[in-house]
């Protein structure tokens, strides 16, 4: 299966999962994609909740809001000191270079977008898409620690394959169509949180009858080794009730399971810290 034939099969599964990640301002998206590093995004919605009920989801206000009043508004996202001043720097970038705007980053064109966002603290290249697609409507390959699993899996690349392969295959199935990026990486989320886990839910799959696995054909990751009693049993309860776990309406349900800290360019969602030190507890990609 090639990432163009994935897309069509999710497209298939899911629907158009246009609504994937609602927000009230393309702002509030990029907070949202900053806020979500290394925490579950019910914790990033509380976070989120927080800054809206402070009045600190526009540009203007989060730019001039003080560190403190920020990082108590998001605690419950956790590692709130640093990201409150990621939150802060981000609006006051919005705020002096996109006159209170970020859809003015769409007057660039992508790589220079994916440069500026990139060069900003705590923005790694997963979260720099993540804004693309979801904030600006833009047509990037969000690159994501579900993308690495699922890609290899289905046979659209070979096993263990460089991010760069990944984003090379997926950004030839988007093909410069920004809704096709949103389903593509909506999609693989959804398949990797209701079906192919680091221990597949192979009885409940959408794309069973494409999977190289289920085909009888070698694919990557741990899940090639026969299922065990336990994952097998597991498998069969979750069966029946896999497709009624959609994620969550609120700010589009973003994916359960911690997610590391972006730490400017070497990090974003889902990337490994490149920091010596990681700040507060060990954590790891979803």
Same mark, same amino acid.
């Given at each position: ?154 046979? %659209?690349? =070979?096993? /263990?394959?460089?991010?760069? #392969?990944? +984003?090379?295959?997926? @950004?030839? $199935?988007?093909? &410069? !169509?920004? *809704? ?52 097998? %049993?597991? =498998?069969? /309860?979750?069966?029946?009730? #896999?497709? +009624?776990?959609?994620? @969550?309406? $609120?700010?589009? &349900? !973003?994916? *359960? ?30």
């Amino acid at each position: 299966m090639t990432a163009a034939e994935l897309l069509r099969a999710l497209r298939q599964a899911f629907g158009d999962l246009g609504t994937w990640w609602p927000a009230e301002s393309p702002f509030e998206v990029a907070v949202g994609a900053l806020l979500v590093q290394a925490v579950t995004w019910r914790q990033a919605a509380q976070a989120v909740k927080a800054l809206a009920v402070r009045g600190l989801l526009q540009p203007h206000a989060l730019a001039a809001a003080r560190h403190e009043d920020v990082a108590s508004a998001i605690r419950p996202a956790l590692f709130h000191q640093q990201k409150a001043r990621y939150l802060i720097r981000f609006a006051q970038f919005t705020e002096r270079d996109l006159a209170g705007d970020l859809r003015s980053l769409c007057r660039y064109p992508l790589a220079e977008q994916e440069s500026m966002l990139l060069a900003l603290p705590g923005v790694g290249r997963e979260t720099a898409a993540a804004i693309m697609v979801y904030a600006l409507g833009e047509a990037a390959a969000v690159v994501d620690a579900y993308a690495m699993r699922i890609l290899p899996r289905v046979g %659209a690349l =070979a096993p /263990r394959p460089p991010r760069s #392969a990944a +984003g090379a295959a997926m @950004a030839g $199935a988007i093909a &410069g !169509r920004p *809704e096709r990026a949103r389903l593509l990486h909506a999609g693989i989320v959804e398949l990797g949180r209701l079906h192919c886990r680091p221990e597949p839910l192979c009885a409940s799959c959408p794309l069973e009858a494409f999977c190289p696995k289920l085909l009888g054909y070698p694919v990557d990751g741990r899940s090639d080794r026969p299922a065990s009693d336990a994952g097998r %049993a597991a =498998a069969g /309860r979750e069966a029946g009730n #896999a497709r +009624g776990g959609r994620l @969550a309406a $609120a700010q589009g &349900g !973003r994916r *359960e399971g911690s997610r590391p800290v972006g730490q400017g360019r070497g990090g974003g969602l889902g990337q490994p810290q490149r920091q010596g030190k990681r700040p507060g507890r060990g954590h790891r990609g979803a």
